[in-house]
Nanobody, 124 residues
């Protein structure tokens, strides 16, 4: 059974930084694309960033240049480094395990497994 456990969320002032981690288990981590999504109250879940098994990355325009996704296959962990945070970044952040392939995966339906989410709150 695939399990994804996020950590690293919290409260930060605008302009600050946070690093989210997502530890995966249950399948060969290195074979699969990984993604981060976020969901604000009353809003739909939105794509943030993805990284495929060849380490190619893709970002939503809203976070490009501020967020960095990375992966450590030896630890079966994916990270999201978030810099220059803005109040509009406030949301529950979810990591997800995606397809066994190369490419850009930015749709919720492309991801099979999801973590429980971690809250990120950015104060102004």
């Amino acid at each position: 059974q695939v399990q994804l456990v996020e950590s690293g969320g919290g409260l930060v002032q605008a302009g600050g930084s946070l690093r989210l981690s997502c530890a995966a288990s249950g399948r060969t981590f290195s074979n699969y694309a990984m993604g981060w999504f976020r969901q604000a109250p009353g809003k739909e879940r939105l794509f943030v960033a993805s990284i495929d098994r060849s380490y190619d990355t893709y970002y939503a325009d809203s976070v490009k240049g501020r967020f960095t996704i990375s992966r450590d296959n030896s630890k079966s962990t994916v990270y999201l480094q978030m810099n220059s945070l803005k109040p509009e970044d406030t949301a529950v952040y979810y990591c997800a395990s995606g397809p066994n392939g190369l490419g850009i995966y930015y749709l919720v339906r492309q991801y099979e497994y999801w973590g429980q989410g971690t809250q990120v709150t950015v104060s102004s």
